[in-house]
């Protein structure tokens, strides 16, 4: 690995473990989402106020959790998968360029 790989693999890391224990230290803090911080102002707002539609099927939170996790290792690996596909395209170019030079 090269040198500023570790580098910022390191900031990365540093990163994530200080938002966490930033966020813990605070007195009643919770990793809550934001769907449910926006239903409290809209409460807090408009105290009548009633949602236009409803949830077919609102699963429970373990559940849920685990459909945000695929959704986000999905992503991750369609993302993944293009940038790879890109880099070697590039380098396959790269490579035809060198053959045809000799």
């Known amino acids: 690995m090269k040198a500023q790989n570790g580098w910022l693999l390191l900031l990365a890391g540093t990163l994530v473990v200080g938002s966490v224990l930033i966020g813990s230290h605070r007195k009643g803090a919770e990793f809550a989402g934001s769907d449910g911080q926006a239903m409290e102002i809209v409460a807090a707002i408009q105290p009548g106020y009633q949602p236009w539609f409803r949830f077919v099927w609102e699963p429970p939170t373990e559940i849920a959790s685990g459909l945000f996790a695929l959704q986000a290792a999905l992503g991750a690996g369609v993302l993944g998968y293009y940038l790879g596909f890109r880099r070697g395209r590039a380098r ?10 000799h």
């Open 92 to 101: 396959s170019r790269q490579q035809d360029r060198v053959d045809a030079g």
